[in-house]
């Protein structure tokens, strides 16, 4: 089979190492920091596989893709929790709810009762949301880590330096900008809370006329609560006023998270292209895959099934750069 040489071992490139080994292609991965970690944006993200959620502002490319994400996370041994997405807002925001019904499907409209049955820990606190069953989420560092032993069970170690051979796969997501220069930096931040008092099951999101934030349970009486956006590639610790909003929505959603220790605050930026959707892009004996914006655990399982179709029988995949002009 064509040899491949993976650059960057993030959630693209883990993603792409084990699509293709599932076809009998044993990769290279080089990554020098050796390994997923902390110095990775994939390390510091929410692991929502809720498509039907992310269709309110993404390009329905999102929405197909997406919808099959979860069973390919599943089938590559991550825990994967299907208890869908609770969409909230404050009395005085019912507007956007109404906005985001509008511009979503796949929900039902659940009354004050239903919410309270769905989470008891909010009963009382919101008369309307929307409820999207289908979706779920995963544990991004978890996930990482599975996929990451998962190849090496298989005899493909991450090499921490080395000379590439055969086809080269970037997957180095910021890092290769100096060869896509139309790439930007779209950072994020996370606050990881452990408050045992609250017990939520499932994704929530708060929605904001500026900025809407969401919470996630990790289990063990752990949220994480993401995620700003700001249009910078700088990788900066979390700000003041983010710090402030990520918990004023932890406090919003329920009064029990004022007593709640704050574990982590992470700050990392994630690689875009202007219209905020992934690419393939082949110069030569390069094949670029990036872009993931703030979709990876969403999209990455798409991108490395067409990447891999196109190392394996050259098929020009729908995400390949020249299809995007």
């Known amino acids: 089979m064509t040899a491949a040489t993976i650059l960057g071992a993030g959630v693209m490139g883990l993603a792409i190492a084990s699509e293709l080994a599932s076809r009998g292609i044993m990769p290279r991965i080089i990554d020098p920091a050796g390994g997923p970690g902390p110095h990775g944006c994939s390390w510091y993200a929410g692991g929502m ?47 956007e709810l109404d906005r985001f019904a509008r511009l979503t499907r796949s929900h039902d409209t659940v ?11 909010l009963e009382d606190r919101f008369q309307r949301g929307l409820l999207y069953r289908t979706e779920a989420h995963l544990n991004p560092r978890e996930a990482l880590r599975t996929l990451r032993d998962r190849l090496a069970a298989q005899g493909i170690e991450i090499e921490p330096d080395g000379k590439p051979s055969g086809l080269i796969v970037d997957a180095r997501g910021l890092a290769a900008r100096d060869a896509l220069p139309d790439l930007r930096g779209v950072r994020g931040e996370m606050l990881v809370l452990r408050c045992p008092e609250v017990t939520l099951t499932r994704t ?36 003041a006023r983010s710090a402030v909003e990520l918990l004023n929505a932890a ?43 703030r979709h990876g655990y969403l999209l990455a399982p798409a991108v490395a099934r067409m990447a891999a179709d196109h190392i394996q029988t050259g098929q020009k995949p729908e995400f390949m750069d020249e299809n995007h002009p």
């Open 111 to 121: 009354s004050a009762q239903e919410i309270a049955a769905l989470e008891p820990d």
């Open 204 to 239: 929530i999101r708060m929605l904001h006329p500026r900025i809407p934030l969401y919470i996630v349970p990790r289990g063990d009486g752990l949220y994480m609560i993401g995620a700003t956006m700001l249009e910078t590639g700088g990788k900066h610790r979390v700000t």
């Open 49 to 95: 596989l809720a498509p039907h959620c992310e269709a309110e502002s993404a390009e329905p490319a999102v929405l197909h893709h997406g919808l099959k994400a979860a069973e390919w996370w599943q089938a590559n041994g991550a825990d994967i929790t299907y208890e869908g997405t609770l969409v909230l807002a404050p009395s005085r925001d019912r507007a």
């Open 251 to 293: 406090y919003a959603l329920h009064p029990g998270f004022a007593e709640a220790e704050i574990v982590e605050l992470g700050s990392d930026a994630r690689p875009a292209f202007p219209d905020n959707l992934p690419r393939l892009r082949r110069r030569g004996n390069t094949l670029y895959a990036n872009g993931l914006y």
